[in-house]
């Protein structure tokens, strides 16, 4: 067991990897990370299985199969895709089970493509929510303004949801809303909300590398000064958000109907510049009832030398991390443009990665084609 690790889960955080593959799933390398590493739950992308499908020879069997009983590229992918989160939700019932739900989670997303339809969105919800088939599932949504309503109904309809790209303060506002409204219209159908929940990932390292470069344009002393330092003060707002949100008369009467909260999962926590430290996005957001999800370079990195510096790194931080940003938008930063940029490349980027799925997946089929 890693005691870094384990320190880290003791300070109320829980640890997710950020990635999948049949490989960690058939060899153990899952199991083995649930042990030792003290993981307790897993997110995937399009980007992860894509790279999982190009490397692993893993997926042949079920693609040979997919293409006898002629599978387009769509249906490939939904079968390849939902067959390893259901595997991996299986790996997780016991956390599951120990935690009452609350980890043990696997996230698998809606197509980025649908990210501006509402409708769509939520049939896809629905869909992946039956075929897997797990109670330990996540169904990741994004935060646009019409996956708004997508989530409220899937929440309503009893399916626990991971709201992914969210990287401003009013559109998580309005990510707790949204969760919040659909709780009450679970609760108006006699659903049973203990068992329904939610993590709300918000993004934290692409917060810097967009601030930094208009820092870097910028170009004076009192700019530079602030590269790398404006991801973790917007988390730690973040949180503060959180707890101002999930108080008062109206949360309270969900809580007493047996609601969990939405909790706060930090996301993209992978340092993308060398020059920081490769830890800073775990070990500066230490707080209790969080989720840090991690790519397996980033896990290693804390087990080896993370450091939990006095427990809580963010509540005790407010003033700090209001003064960054105060600092930024002296300097000239445009937050909401900042907010505005990331969500657009954020939905771009994941469409992208999206269609480089398809056109793996689309590469394997005409092979195996071939081969028959």
């Known amino acids: 067991m890693s005691e870094r690790l384990k320190a880290l889960s003791d300070a109320g955080v829980s640890i997710w990897l950020d990635d999948l593959s049949r490989e960690r799933i058939e060899t153990g390398n899952l199991a083995?990370?649930?042990?030792?590493?003290?993981?307790?739950?897993?997110t995937t992308n399009p980007t992860i299985f894509a790279a999982a499908l190009k490397e692993g020879e893993r997926y042949d069997a079920q693609v040979r199969e997919l293409v006898a009983s002629g599978a387009d590229v769509d249906k490939t992918v939904f079968a390849l895709t939902t067959t390893d989160v259901r595997d991996a939700c299986d790996v997780l019932a016991d956390t599951a089970a120990a935690t009452g739900g609350t980890d043990g989670r696997v996230s698998i997303e809606v197509a980025p493509d649908l990210a501006f339809d509402t409708d769509e969105t939520l049939a896809s919800a629905r869909t992946l929510w039956a075929e897997v088939g797990r109670d330990n599932l996540f169904i990741k949504i994004p935060a646009t303004t019409e996956g708004g309503p997508a989530i409220t109904d899937?929440?309503?309809?009893?399916?626990s949801v991971n709201v992914t790209l969210i990287f401003g303060l009013d559109r998580y506002r309005s990510v707790m809303e949204a969760y919040v409204a659909g709780l009450e219209k679970a609760h108006a159908a006699g659903r049973d909300l203990s068992k329904i929940h939610s993590v709300a990932s918000f993004f934290v390292s692409r917060v810097d590398t967009e601030i930094d470069k208009r820092l870097e344009a910028i170009g004076s002393d009192d700019a530079l000064a602030l590269r790398g330092l404006a991801g973790v003060a917007n988390a730690r707002l973040a949180y503060r958000a959180y707890q101002e949100f999930f108080s008062g008369d109206r949360w309270q009467a969900l809580a007493d109907a047996g609601a969990n909260t939405q909790r706060p999962l930090w996301a993209s926590t992978g340092v993308k510049n060398p020059d920081y430290r490769d830890t800073m996005y775990v070990a500066d957001l230490v707080v209790s009832n969080t989720v840090n999800t991690m790519p397996e370079k980033t896990l290693q990195a804390f087990a080896d030398h993370g450091e939990v510096d006095s427990g809580d790194q963010v509540t005790t931080k407010y003033d700090d991390a209001q003064s960054v940003m105060d600092r930024l938008?002296?300097?000239?930063?445009d937050y909401d443009d900042v907010i505005a940029t990331l969500e657009k490349e954020g939905v771009d980027k994941f469409v992208t990665s999206w269609h480089e799925l398809l056109d793996t997946v689309e590469e394997q089929l005409e092979a195996a084609q071939s081969a028959r």
């Open 32 to 42: 083995d990370l649930i042990k030792n590493s003290s993981v307790v739950g897993v």
């Open 154 to 159: 899937a929440l309503g309809d009893g399916i």
């Open 329 to 333: 938008a002296a300097v000239g930063i």
